[in-house]
């Protein structure tokens, strides 16, 4: 049966390929590896005006949030540096490390982060529209002029990733001081780490605390077998529901890890929606090992006065907030990372040209190609 996720990822590639064939004399392309690799822009003048409201109300705290997006940039530029060098040192000396950078995508493979693609595209969109959004805002409010929007689209054969961008007067730009510079570019990841932070306070503090007021758990379903594991050995399969363990009562993930213990078992009973098993668990560490990934099974509460359409886009509300959490704030940081073309590229080598003066540019250079080797490591290395 074919998933809703889908169905709507293939009605996406072929509405936006039909929107980008009637719009093709408006739109740039920037051919890489055409047709296999290229971008598409299609150039507009949405938001420019919300850009002048916003910095003609707020102009003196949209620039004092801007130095402190510096701060934050600076900072975040460290330590999504070290995690980079740290976890390629990982990777050489530890053969079980996981790869530290990963493509984001909505399909599952080996090396890629999957996000329901659903969920992909609502959450790229916004994250993209936030952070170009920003750098606009921060532009106008130091009143460097704005001379375009619009969005993006990576295409692979045909277009699939979308994007935003804003096209600020790059040679006005120049002109002001570093630090005027350093907070328009600063803006955006600032703008992504930030409401990536208030996203998961409403999944952490509004969502969470309500899931007991829609759902009861009725046993723990295993969502994962690992191959050769001792679940796998009994004859146990991925969405099985385990209802008992050694004839004591399993409903939700305290009561299995109470059944289970911290002594290793030599041979237990597992009751499960599908009948009995003979699980014979592995020594691991002093410890049972199972082999198996697993989640409480969830029913919708009687009585709850949403049913269960209301149950439903509860869970889609709160995967939205969790996806747009994770992502917000792990796109924040990757774009400090000092990379050439990126924001934290950018911000870095205004860093590098007021230390170094004439040196700045080869050091710069020098940490963009390390950085992309690091990057491309961490990628490939998720792939084996």
């Known amino acids: 049966m074919v998933s809703a996720n889908a169905i709507v990822a293939v009605l996406f590639i072929i509405g936006l390929s039909i929107f980008l064939y009637r719009e093709r004399k408006k739109i740039e392309f920037q051919r890489m590896l055409f047709p296999i690799l290229y971008f598409v822009l299609l150039r507009t003048k949405l938001g420019l005006k919300f850009f002048d409201w916003c910095a003609e109300r707020c102009r003196r705290p949209l620039i004092w949030a801007g130095y402190a997006g510096i701060v934050v940039g600076f900072l975040g530029m460290a330590a999504i540096a070290f995690e980079l060098v740290y976890n390629s040192y990982r990777i050489l000396t530890e053969p079980a490390a996981l790869s530290g950078v990963g493509l984001v995508l909505p399909f599952e493979a080996q090396g890629v982060f999957y996000v329901p693609f659903i969920y992909w595209i609502v959450c790229i969109f916004i994250i993209a529209v936030i952070h170009e959004a920003s750098h606009g805002i921060l532009a106008r409010a130091h009143k460097i002029p704005v001379k375009s929007s619009g969005f993006a689209f990576l295409g692979v054969i045909v277009p699939v990733i979308p994007a935003a961008f ?40 509004l969502f969470l605390p309500a899931v007991p007021s829609v759902y009861e758990s009725t046993g723990i379903e295993i969502t994962q077998v690992v191959e050769d594991g001792p679940v796998a050995i009994a004859g146990i399969e991925p969405g099985t529901v385990i209802t008992s363990i050694n004839d004591k009562m399993v409903l939700d993930s305290e009561s299995f890890f109470e059944a289970v213990g911290d002594e290793p078992l030599d041979e237990i009973m597992v009751g499960t929606d599908k009948g009995e098993f003979m699980v014979r668990p592995e020594q691991r560490d002093n410890r049972s090992y199972f082999g198996i990934f697993i989640a409480e ?33 792990g796109i924040g940081l990757f774009n400090l990372v000092p990379l050439g073309p990126v924001d934290g590229g950018r911000m870095f080598k205004i860093a590098t040209n007021k230390l170094f003066k004439e040196k700045g540019d080869k050091i710069w250079a020098s940490v963009s190609w390390l950085f992309l080797a690091l990057i491309l490591f961490n990628v490939i290395a998720g792939f084996l």
């Open 166 to 205: 804003v096209e600020p007067d790059e040679k006005k730009m120049k002109k002001r001081p570093d630090k005027q510079q350093l907070s328009v570019f600063a803006a955006g990841p600032f703008s992504n780490i930030i409401t990536g932070i208030l996203f998961l306070l409403v999944f952490v503090y």
């Open 297 to 329: 099974k969830l029913n919708v509460r009687d009585g709850f006065w949403g049913g269960q359409w209301g149950a439903m886009t509860f869970s889609w509300l709160m995967g939205l907030f969790q996806w747009l959490a994770l992502l917000s704030l």
